[in-house]
């Protein structure tokens, strides 16, 4: 590079004069660490693209590693005309960094990744110092952690046991390479070292003892952490594509357009035109039928011809990823009656946020919604309800009036969006309390019927509810009630016939007494109407998987099913499911998920267990809470019951915590004793003379080198102590390192000494 003859450029002459004259930087001579250290870039590198679907690792691997070499070959040279073309690169890269992070406002978290990648190949060329070194392997450290962040699968599970498997082994040649050992001069009366073999800087052993260790420490730290419910970051991730720039809605594409059907023919737009020949079901079957305008519930739709993931869902807590909601009860299925009065919600064009609806009355909590696509679904949004905002790449959406978000493109693989929702409180003594005065809207839409079926089925309602022990009034416990009651006294059926002019309902509570999975939320909700309390029927995925790995709910096809949203006036609308096998309530915020990985860690050993050993572990955990709550609250009444309970436990409590410390300094006495003993002699004998100058306020910092903390003793003791010091930290430098053997005779006198005048110093 010297060849170009950068200097004789006007202006760069006297520059490059003064930076002729500065003296050599001290190199880095091994080459293990400078092979580990690009291997742990490259690991790096590969894990980001894998996590982020890109093929950054085709341009940057090759391109690093030629710099490394390059670097190696020059590492006794300035390289001042490398030097300048790195950062002439770095300035490009900077403005090509700016450019990309304008178009990707939403998630620079990638952005940012290939900015780093881009500066690590312009780095990699000139390497010269332990240090620049350091700076590769924090680069190669932060891209793992931004694959981590992206990643959703667990693809990247094996990329930090690698990246670990590989940064102690370089950990061990950064440290030696900062000892410097092999430039220390052999000190008077040392023995002289024997030729020996050449061997590895380190145990193979060792290291993968210690990997193992670090492996399950940080799995049980993974485990017991606790996970608090809350985003860090204001910009939430949501797919930039230019092929969505431009879908707006049109006359097409305002309908709901799913890409398989189930109970109908496929139209040219998506809509469902009709049945088979007889009455089967026609399209994809595995695809759930209730993604339409309009659907037929005679058939069996809830079978699958296969199990497959559709979305991968990271939520603040889990629920009911709600899809659909249909007002219209058709006697036979359900129908959207307002499918063509959406409401169009256009985002401004510097960011994907789109404004919905604002919060609804009562506590709620904020809950944020990342949705991925793995399969492809109908143009309908799957979100908690109710949704407040959605970041989204298309320029509009749409909101129906039954809360549903609709988008004018379907959702493709790969496409990922975010969803705030204001998720209401479930206070059940609230909801029993709402008023039954509802708003004409409400009862116009949400309290229809057939005629010729209401009074057949409030009779039988009214019958389910004469069941109670205590006569029900408010509707929200009519509500749980009827839940209860469909789930107890009617079940899934194989076969279910409806003839011509039947009503559905009707045929399940009295013919078949029982129906397909998703009869049972149609039942609910046309028993509620028939007791004038609004309802309608809901369509979404149930929570799903939660993979405690990835921190991702997985979302199967199977996971799709209907139930009942039942409206409280100054409330809202909250769901109830009566179908067999599920909870009465879906799951919401209200369920603590602090500890959520160790529960569902618990279960997945209780699968594994038979049942006797799961019901002894749970009964042995239930009786020491509970002796540990007996004594507690034995020991709390003696305190607080007279004023010599509660000196007697003041002075109890003090001679506990005296006994205590006592105790706690002959156990850490004790212990260091014991792992001294096990010490070979040099490492004993150095790890004494550190202990006596802890004792003396001297205390080595775990990030000093030995010598570096015996060249610091030297500024704050006397000669002659610091001296000791120095002696006896070269031989344990030289033993552990260089593996020479020490004068431990020699050593062990000088230490006496040490001691002696730590000794006096005291007196």
Known sequence: MDSLKLHRIPGITQLWERLQTLPKPKTEESISLRVLVQVLVIIGIV????????????????????????????????????????????????VYFFGNLLNNLNDTRLVLAELLIQLQVLHSFDLPRRKDLGYSMIIGLILLGVAGTLSETLAFAPFPVLFLT????????????????????RQRGEEKPEKQPQKLPFSLTRLVSFLAIVMAIGLLIFALMPRFPGYQLQTFPVTSSIEFENERFNDINRRIFNPGVRNGQEG??????????????????????????????????SSFSISKVVLRVRSQAPGFWRVLAFDRYTGKGWEISRDDKLLTISRPPWSYRFFLTPSPAGETRSIIQTYTVVDRLPNLLPALYQARSVYFPTPEVALDPEGSIRVPVTLGEDLTYTVVSDVPSR?????????????????????????????????????????????????????????QALKQSYSVVPTFQLEEGEDLVETFLFKYQGGYPDHFATVLTVMLRSLDIPSRLSVGFATGQFNPFTGFYLVRNTDAYALTEVYFPDRGWFSFDPLPGHEIVPPSWEENATFGVLRQFWHWVAGWLPSPVTSFLSYIVTKVIEAIAWVAMRIWLFVSSSAIGFFSGLIGAIAFAFLSWLTALRVRSWYRWRNLAKLPPMERLYQQMLQVLAAKGYNKNPAQTPLEYAATMREQLQQGTAEIIIEISRAYVQWRYGEQNPNMQYLRQRYRNLWQKSSNSRH
């Open 166 to 185: 590989i940064a102690l082994p370089v950990l061990v040649l950064d440290y030696r390479s900062r000892l410097g050992f092999d430039q220390i001069p």
């Open 268 to 301: 040219e737009n998506g809509e469902a035109t009709g049945e088979g020949e007889n009455g089967e079901a026609i399209g994809d079957d595995s695809l759930y039928y209730g993604f339409q305008s309009q659907i037929d519930q005679s058939l069996n739709n």
């Open 47 to 94: 894990a980001t693209d894998i996590a982020a679907d890109t093929t950054m690792s085709a341009w940057a691997i090759p391109l690093s590693l030629t710099g490394g070499a390059y670097s190696w070959y020059r590492r006794k040279k300035r390289n001042i005309a490398m030097k300048f073309i790195i950062a002439m690169g770095m300035l490009g890269t900077l």
């Open 427 to 483: 206070d059940r003594a609230q909801l029993g309390q709402a008023s039954t005065k509802y708003p004409q809207t409400i009862r116009k839409y949400y309290l229809q019927i057939p005629p010729e079926s209401r009074d057949k089925i409030r009779q039988q309602a009214e019958k389910l509810l004469s069941k109670a022990t205590k006569p029900i009034t408010n509707p929200y416990e009519k509500a749980l009630f009827l839940a």
